[in-house]
T-cell receptor
Framework: DVKVTQSSRYLVKRTGEKVFLECVQD?????MFWYRQDPGLGLRLIYF???????EKGDIPEGYSVSREKKERFSLILESASTNQTSMYLC??????????????FGQGTRLTVV | QKEVEQNSGPLSVPEGAIASLNCTYS??????FFWYRQYSGKSPELIMS????GDKEDGRFTAQLNKASQYVSLLIRDSQPSDSATYLC?????????????FGRGTQLTVWP
């Protein structure tokens, strides 16, 4: 079974803090993604990566950065946390490039609250 | 702009009925289609994928794809209260070689006993 593991289930941080969200997958997937999910807005893509050290901006990258130093690990960084970044953060991974069945597998999610 | 639209819901059906969830997409170059189920407070889990026109059945679930109409649906037969969740439609475009999926906002389904 594919396993995508996020480092924290719940997190509370203060405004202005630098926040790291970690995600690890154990299926040797090339692609990894970070989404945030807010009521009424659905899943919104923040950043994704298709290879080590490679990254692409998603739809809402402002205020975030990412790091992928190893294939299995993809980190999301909030440079200076703000209250409008309070959300559910979901990491996902998928296999291959240009393949038909590139279904994404999700981690359990991190509910981040910025106070 | 690539868009994935789902019927807004919420959808409420009695136990044992058929629940029908619909999804339309904007780009004819779409390649792969997925349905995810998300329980409240949990992460999405894949329940169906479909790539060719027609129907694909898996237990009580049937996915239907009509590329000419740019339409994909999910039917849940003999609905159970445990099917109560939000259902997300996701689409991969042919040109999206990096594996990115585009998601709809989801349809909330409630199955009442």
């Amino acid at each position: 079974d594919v396993k995508v593991t996020q480092s924290s289930r719940y997190l509370v941080k203060r405004t202005g803090e630098k926040v790291f969200l970690e995600c690890v997958q154990d299926m040797d997937h090339e692609n990894m993604f970070w989404y945030r999910q807010d009521p009424g807005l659905g899943l919104r893509l923040i950043y994704f990566s298709y290879d080590v050290k490679m990254k692409e901006k998603g739809d809402i990258p402002e205020g975030y950065s990412v790091s992928r130093e190893k294939k299995e690990r993809f980190s999301l960084i909030l440079e200076s946390a703000s209250t409008n970044q309070t959300s559910m953060y979901l990491c996902a991974s998928s296999s291959g490039r240009g393949q038909l069945n590139t279904e994404a597998f999700f981690g359990q999610g991190t509910r981040l609250t910025v106070v | 702009q690539k868009e994935v639209e789902q019927n807004s819901g919420p959808l409420s059906v009695p136990e044992g009925a058929i629940a029908s969830l619909n999804c339309t997409y904007s780009d004819r170059g779409s390649q792969s289609f997925f349905w995810y189920r998300q329980y409240s407070g949990k992460s999405p889990e894949l329940i169906m994928s479909i790539y060719s026109n027609g129907d694909k059945e898996d237990g009580r679930f049937t996915a239907q794809l009509n590329k000419a109409s740019q339409y994909v649906s999910l039917l849940i037969r003999d609905s159970q209260p445990s099917d109560s969740a939000t259902y997300l439609c996701a689409v991969k475009w042919r040109g999206s070689t990096l594996g990115r999926l585009y998601f709809g906002r989801g349809t909330q389904l409630t199955v009442w006993p």
